[in-house]
């Protein structure tokens, strides 16, 4: 069983950064791929990036690409997600998720794990 524990949300102006980070314990983190996703009010929920257990493959929603980066220290059981440039588009709760049948995915419901959520607001 792995528990996922986020944290770095916060409220920031347009154009500024947040490092967003996820932690786990139990399991062996370096066996799960893990992703973020974002829910906005009203709105659907959708992945933000993904990275595989050994971080060689990565994916990007488009609206985040070139803004944010995912990365991971599998010694201290930690995914970032660096996001810059932050725009009030997005504003959302957001969540790690990991799994470990997976390689990466954008699709929620292939993720077994869930963290509670961090929120993260941009004021314009």
């Known amino acids: 069983q792995v528990q996922l524990v986020e944290s770095g949300g916060g409220l920031v102006q347009a154009g500024d950064s947040l490092r967003l980070s996820c932690t786990a314990s139990?399991?062996?983190?370096?066996?799960?791929?893990v992703g973020w996703f974002r829910q906005a009010p009203g709105k659907e929920q959708m992945a933000v990036a993904a990275i595989s257990r050994n971080g060689d493959k990565i994916y990007y929603e488009d609206s985040v690409k070139g803004r944010f980066t995912i990365s991971r220290d599998n010694s201290h059981n930690t995914v970032f997600l660096q996001m810059n440039s932050l725009k009030p588009e997005d504003t959302a709760v957001y969540y790690c998720?990991?799994?470990?049948?997976?390689?990466?995915?954008?699709?929620?419901?292939?993720?077994?794990?869930w963290g509670q959520g961090t929120q993260v607001t941009v004021s314009s």
């Open positions: 998720a990991a799994d470990g049948s997976l390689v990466v995915s954008s699709d929620p419901s292939r993720y077994r794990y």
């Open positions: 139990g399991g062996t983190f370096s066996s799960y791929a």
